[in-house]
């Protein structure tokens, strides 16, 4: 299906489903209530078949762009049906599959995922491993020809609580093989030896938990991509993070302006603000229709992509900034639900410069890769 | 719309014209030659895009403006045909009229001082017209200010006879057509100006090392590309969906890019980019100037953002 026809169908749609989509708690509501809305929204939409566009027909999909898939999530997003935080993760998690399990293995689980059937979570960042990635630890080691130990922990892990698999990076060669020495595995989360710590936010939500591998016992045909080709997994994600994810928090952060401009007054300063934030908004959402088109014309996306990451953080911030400057009191003493919401992603929004790579990190890969500024050490 | 090989041509075309015109040829006589004029009927985009990234980048003064705004009101332009733009900072039509005679207060470039006539939008809304002056009838004067080489000029025009009536116009379009215009040269500038602090960080050497290795500066780089690419990208954008909205975003934008690159590049250029030996500091005065033509990226700001709280929406613009 082409885009425009795609965009159009899909909306009149949502238009005619409203009721059968809309929450039945009112935002923010609970992590809980959250999920279970994402996960009924998916089920909708994969009956519907919505879902199943812009991905292939042997995990399911029904083909087309990426795109296609793209603009659904946007268009969940705009309309307030799903998190784009927690929808987006199918972007980072079934490419992997995708590109790196057997195939019967990903055409076995992919659907499920975009079904609301499971969860899924990402286990990279360990404590000793923020922005440094290259130097995890969580180690697996070989038990006979069959089956992979899995020790250590993983933190950050968003939904690990919820989840039913996890793509895990490991720890297969020597810690000072840096990059080289990683390995990717599918991890049932229900297998023996795995502990989940949810952590609380600083919006009193537990979207993340400390993730513990205690003798984890994994099959090796569970292996992703190569022995010690984890790396290769793991940027693999970076394309798609960096386009279509972006392109579903761009959508939601434009309601999130409007949600602003419906309640700001309307006198010089709240346009200046608004104007401001939007002129924002305007120009990451530009440069990102841009990296998607790129992509989709089967560009590979690399260091340009971190121009991207720092305009959506720097986005971000001046949205929830502007809320909180035009709507006094609302972030820090309203205790209505509108105050709670406001209050919680305005707390959520901080994160911007710093999951996914900090703003700092993408700056030195800016000034390293497309400035050619030479090395910083 | 041309290729992309034939835009590479004409890009690199007139950045060559432009980098060997000897100072004596106008840089306005070097684009007709090149088929400027026939260009901006023909392929209005692609020549605007063009032409204003090089100026910007050579820093080159010309008065092509003109012929921008002229031909976005629907009139033919021609090289003797100069027109009034708004006054500094605002964009409303400058002139009145009742149609006997014309008042007029705006700004213009160089061609106002050799045109043989200069042409006014005047009034406002459904009941804007266009209408010419003869030169004799315009005073001007040469505006210093922080550009000299700008060549621009404050012009007012006292109940003067119209010259000729060119009927209704658009006054939306020239102000649309202007920004894009602007906001490549500034885009041109700033590629510019963040290329001399790039190579100056690179060259530099301070506390036994170049400055290009300490991450203050590679940051502050890095924030100016950002600045830069992000830019570029309301560009493609407001030529891809050209109208007023998308005009206003990407001259704001451009604006406030010229604030940013203009702080980065001259804090990482230091002591010799405060001096006049070093080529900087005509980027961030011409820079300083274009900004404000048609409006100053918060002025602009703040006039899109009383249009969304008018309408309580904030749209999308533009698509996948």
């Known amino acids: ?377 | 719309m041309m290729d992309a090989t034939e835009r590479d041509l004409l890009q690199q075309t007139v950045r060559d014209a432009f980098v060997s015109a000897d100072t004596t040829t106008s840089l306005d006589s070097v684009l007709v030659d090149l088929g400027w004029l026939e260009m901006l009927g023909t392929a209005r985009r692609d020549a605007v895009d063009i032409v204003f990234r090089s100026l910007g980048a050579v820093n080159g003064t010309s008065s092509v403006l003109d012929d921008v705004v002229v031909s976005a009101l629907g009139i033919e332009p021609r090289a003797d045909l100069a027109v009034l733009l708004p006054s500094f900072a605002t964009w409303h039509a400058p002139g009145t009229t009742d149609g006997t005679d014309v008042s007029a207060m705006g700004v213009a470039t160089a061609r106002v001082a050799t045109a043989a006539d200069l042409l006014i939008a005047c009034g406002t809304g459904a009941e804007l017209s266009a209408v010419t002056v003869p030169r004799s009838a315009v005073e001007q004067r040469v505006i210093e200010g922080v550009d000299p080489d700008g060549g621009f000029r404050v012009v007012r025009v006292d109940r003067a006879a119209i010259g000729s009536s060119l009927g209704r116009c658009e006054w939306d379009a020239a102000i649309t057509w202007g920004r894009i215009a602007a906001a490549h040269q500034i885009e041109g500038a700033c590629r510019s100006m963040l290329e001399l602090a790039r190579t100056h960080a690179l060259e530099r050497v301070q506390f036994g090392r170049v400055i290009a290795g300490f991450q203050a500066v590679r940051h502050r780089l890095a924030e100016a590309l950002v600045a830069v690419e992000a830019l570029d990208a309301t560009l493609t954008a407001a030529m891809d969906e050209v109208g007023p909205l998308t005009a206003a975003l990407a001259k704001a934008t451009a604006g406030r890019t010229g604030q940013i690159v203009g702080a980065h590049a001259q804090q990482v250029l230091a002591g010799i980019g405060f001096t006049t030996d070093h080529p900087f500091h005509r980027f961030l005065k011409r820079s300083l100037v274009l900004e404000g033509l048609f409006g100053s990226a918060d002025e602009i700001a703040t006039e899109i953002g009383h249009q969304l709280l008018a309408t309580r929406c904030v749209p999308t613009l533009i698509e996948l």
């Open chain 1, 1 to 377: 299906m082409e885009m425009a026809e795609f965009r159009t169908e899909l909306h009149r749609w949502l238009d005619a489903h409203a009721d059968e989509l809309e929450p039945a708690f009112s935002p923010p509501g609970t992590l809980d209530e959250q999920i279970a809305q994402m996960q009924r929204v998916k089920a909708i939409l994969f009956e519907a078949d919505w879902i199943r566009y812009g991905w292939p027909e042997r995990v399911g999909g029904l083909g087309g762009s990426p795109m296609l898939r793209t603009e659904l999530g946007a268009a969940l997003a705009a309309r307030d049906l799903a998190d784009p935080g927690l929808f987006s993760l199918i972007e980072v998690l079934a490419p992997t599959l995708i590109d790196f399990a057997p195939a019967e293995l990903a055409a076995e689980v992919v659907p499920r995922l975009l079904s609301g059937a499971e969860i899924w979570c990402q286990g990279f960042s360990e404590p000793g491993t923020g922005s440094d990635l290259a130097s995890l630890t969580c180690r697996a080691e070989p038990e006979g020809d069959a089956t992979w130990v899995i020790n250590g922990q993983k933190v950050w892990t968003s939904l690990a609580q919820y989840s039913d698999r996890c793509v895990l990076l490991t720890r297969t060669g020597p810690v000072d093989a840096r990059h080289r020495g990683i390995t990717a595995f599918f991890v049932d989360m229900d297998t023996p030896g795995v502990s989940v710590a949810p952590l609380e936010m600083i919006n009193g939500q537990h979207e993340f938990a400390e993730v513990f591998f205690d003798n984890v016992a994994v099959p090796a045909d569970r292996m992703l991509g190569d022995l010690h080709g984890g790396w290769a997994v793991a940027m693999s994600i970076l394309p798609y993070e960096r386009s279509s994810c972006f392109w579903q928090r761009i959508a939601y952060l434009y309601r999130r302006l409007e949600k602003l401009v419906e309640v700001a007054p309307d006198d010089d300063r709240a346009a200046e603000v608004i104007g401001n934030a939007f002129v924002q908004l305007h120009a990451l959402r530009a440069r990102s229709r841009v990296t998607q088109h790129r992509l989709a014309d089967g560009q590979a996306l690399g260091a340009e992509t971190s121009i991207d990451k720092v305009l959506v953080a720097t986005a971000e911030h001046a949205t929830y900034d502007a809320a909180r400057r035009l709507l006094p009191g609302v972030v820090e003493m309203d205790d209505s639900a509108t105050g709670a919401a406001w209050r919680s992603e305005y707390l959520y929004s901080r994160a911007a410069t710093i999951y996914g790579g900090t703003a700092e990190v993408q700056r030195n890969i800016i000034a390293r890769r497309l400035l050619d500024l030479g090395s910083d050490e």
